[in-house]
């Protein structure tokens, strides 16, 4: 859970994407760029505590969309956020910079 008024993508996110954790957070900054709300975690209106609780509640009744929802999250985090990926999106923004600024 992740209740931020004002953020981009929190450490958190990803970390708990990592682990394969189910995520409910408000829809603030870039989180809906990696976040489908439904698919791999539940994107709620900042300042909405009723949608927060629903979509809690949702999980901690339903075992199986808890564990639907991790392992799309554990693939997600595997494929955007591998230290291979990393390396490569920080080459391509140097060579990106280096053709503007040779």
Known sequence: MHSSLAETLPSAIREAMSVGRPIVTTN?????????????????????????????????????????????????????????NIIKQWLEVYEETYEKFP
Do not use: H
């Open 28 to 84: 603030v900054g870039v989180i809906d760029e990696y976040l489908k709300d439904g698919e791999n975690g539940f994107l709620i209106n900042k300042r909405d505590e009723y949608e927060f609780a629903e979509a809690i509640g949702k999980l901690l009744s339903d075992e199986n969309l808890r564990y639907k929802i991790g392992l799309n999250n554990r693939r997600y985090a595997l494929e955007k956020f591998s230290l291979r």
